[in-house]
């Protein structure tokens, strides 16, 4: 059977301003030492699993330039241009129809393109798993990231009976308070959830036909213009016209049938300025530093710089990024709020920032 | 009797980098928000009791330029450009031997450059005074500072007995460690040196002779060649051969009949960073703002912006300057630490950024 790759790449990585934009955001950047950008990394890692010839991109039409750039490798023809933002029910739905067309009985896996993986070769090995498990016939599949902390800022999966190499879902659950993730966590029954899914294009299909029709119609009706000249048209149109909803609203929490395998392969969804500590070697003082960085008495502080001098002088626990227009001092207490500033430039009509 | 001022502009202020560079100097930045620099505040505040032709500014010749440019009503031949940087002392008798070949019975005021004043009326005041005392024949007078706090950074003035608008001075005493300035504000004999001296072109003239020789001779050379056409060759010969000296331990720890009037007149030294959020008006967070920023939950900090766009997201107590190839973000508790910065790239020979 074969196994297809949905990587999603629309994402806006505001929370990596000022280094990500609109014009290249999160997953179009480096933020590790080797050069390799994020999609770079998350296509690299999937290779040995899954031919270039097989890997989709869904992404906004503004980067589709950015994806043909940066993978030589994938088709052309595989890379999806969203018309606009619908979030990932429509993404998928979008993917698994163009595939379904090429190959009704394909496994897809999707995954998203911003995240990074410690132990590539036990992720590889989830992965399969996972296909095993779907050629088996099961329906729906999720991987589930064993919580290594009460951490908050995810949704968690509640699972049940042990089936083959996988367990069933008992529920998905939004992002928790503290003490209901510590619960969580003490039960040894939530996994989290790390929007990594693995099923048969048939499966997907006839979830969204049964729980999401509109959009399963609509994304026939694209599937069967790609590859023709009414496609762009098609897709503008059916496009648009979808309600924005996430995968797991619109069908994980909906469906029945779902089962999902631990993973545990140091995953890290890179989600704010943080990130950057965990993922790179930090200096003595715990400092990370990429540039041109004068530090005197600096500590636990992570600093991105530019073209210019940045000179750090007995500062603690700060992100520090530097670009040609904007500069961001943030406390590491704050890193969300990066999201604000955000906002405040949208506010006043400064897109070129943005 | 002729009140001639003598302003001192050679100093680098590098605890102001990276606005403050070898190419501009601090004295002629404006740290405040009404755009005028430092020296021009200084001549400014002076001009009600010195007339412009009698304002000598004494710099580096690397700065004679700027200083006519942004002094245009001081005259060029008042412009005493030093070949090299040789401290206050041999600074001091180069402008007296020149004022003094002029109007031998002038009273000289020697002022810094690079301070403050709050209270300008008082500010005069106090300085007539000290001409006026000079002018009744006493040798050497320096203007105190009433301390407000136990400042460890200053040296401190000791004075005694009281004689008519003045305190005969007991002696001079270097930066003391903290209990030491404590134990000077309890005795209530103790002021802040502040560099500002007023005495007769003769009488400090009369001191340079007897316990400075070389410079006083130097000086007088210097000065005979003033206005022909040997004046850069001597003054380059005679100024590099001085040994550099300030004057508080070239003549006033060692001259007698000192005196030292009080002055209170909101003098600030603007000695680092953190003067700038005292000189300049703060939000209700306590920043001080300048430039294009956008500060969400940030407190105690001062933002001085160059061209780009700094964001500043939960900082708290910070120094952030921006400028075209360089940033500083420094922790208030560190501001002296600057000059560490300075070194480093004097070490590497990047001298551009210096």
Same mark, same amino acid.
């Given at each position: 059977?074969?196994?297809?790759?949905?990587?999603?790449?629309? &994402?806006?990585? *505001?929370?990596?301003?000022?280094?990500?934009?609109?014009?290249?955001?999160?997953?179009?950047?480096?933020? =590790?030492?080797? &050069?390799?950008?994020?999609?770079?990394?998350?296509?690299? #890692?999937?290779?040995?699993?899954?031919? !270039? @010839?097989?890997? /989709?991109?869904?992404?906004?039409?503004? /980067?589709?330039?950015?994806?043909? @750039?940066?993978?030589?490798?994938?088709?052309?023809?595989?890379?999806?241009? *969203?018309?606009?933002?619908?979030?990932?029910?429509?993404?998928? !739905?979008? !993917?698994?129809?163009?595939?379904?067309? %090429?190959?009704?009985?394909?496994?897809?896996?999707?995954?998203?393109?911003?995240?990074?993986?410690?132990?590539?070769?036990?992720?590889? #090995?989830?992965?399969?798993?996972?296909?095993?498990?779907?050629?088996? &016939?099961?329906?729906?599949?999720?991987? &589930?990231?064993?919580? =290594?902390?009460?951490?908050?800022?995810?949704?968690?999966?509640?699972?049940?009976? @042990?089936?083959?190499?996988?367990? *069933?879902?008992?529920?998905?659950? @939004? %992002?928790?308070?503290?003490?209901?993730?510590?619960?969580?966590?003490?039960?040894?029954k939530y996994l989290w959830n790390s929007g990594m899914f693995v099923w048969k294009v048939s499966s997907i299909m006839a979830n969204l036909r049964k729980l999401m029709p509109d959009v399963y119609e609509g994304a026939l009706r694209i599937a069967d213009s790609y590859g023709t000249d009414k496609y762009t048209e098609t897709l503008v149109k059916e496009y648009t016209a979808f309600t924005s909803e996430s995968i797991d609203f619109g069908i994980m929490e909906k469906a029945s049938d779902i089962y999902t395998i631990p993973g545990s392969f140091g995953w890290d969804d890179v989600g704010s300025w943080l990130a950057v500590e965990r993922i790179n070697e930090t200096d003595d003082n715990k400092n990370y530093i990429d540039g041109d960085v004068i530090s005197i008495d600096s500590e636990r502080t992570t600093i991105c710089g530019g073209r210019r001098l940045i000179a750090a002088v007995g500062v603690e626990d700060l992100i520090i990024v530097d670009t040609d227009d904007a500069v961001l001092v943030c406390s590491k207490n704050n890193t969300q709020d990066v999201k604000k500033v955000i906002a405040q430039l949208k506010e006043h009509g400064r897109n070129e920032l943005v």
């Open positions: 059977m074969k196994t297809a790759a949905v990587i999603m790449a629309g &994402g806006r990585g *505001e929370r990596f301003w000022p280094k990500s934009r609109n014009s290249r955001p999160k997953q179009f950047l480096s933020l =590790t030492s080797d &050069g390799e950008t994020m999609i770079q990394k998350t296509v690299k #890692r999937l290779r040995p699993l899954v031919d !270039a @010839e097989d890997i /989709y991109i869904v992404t906004n039409a503004a /980067y589709t330039d950015l994806v043909a @750039e940066q993978l030589p490798d994938v088709p052309k023809e595989n890379i999806l241009a *969203e018309p606009c933002a619908r979030n990932t029910a429509p993404c998928i !739905a979008f !993917a698994a129809a163009v595939i379904g067309k %090429k190959c009704e009985d394909a496994v897809m896996l999707v995954l998203p393109s911003d995240h990074l993986i410690g132990y590539e070769d036990i992720y590889l #090995r989830t992965l399969k798993k996972a296909v095993k498990v779907c050629e088996e &016939g099961q329906n729906l599949v999720t991987i &589930g990231i064993t919580p =290594t902390y009460a951490e908050t800022g995810y949704g968690y999966i509640n699972f049940g009976k @042990e089936s083959g190499d996988a367990y *069933e879902v008992e529920r998905f659950v @939004e %992002k928790p308070d503290l003490p209901t993730a510590k619960k969580y966590l003490a039960s040894g």
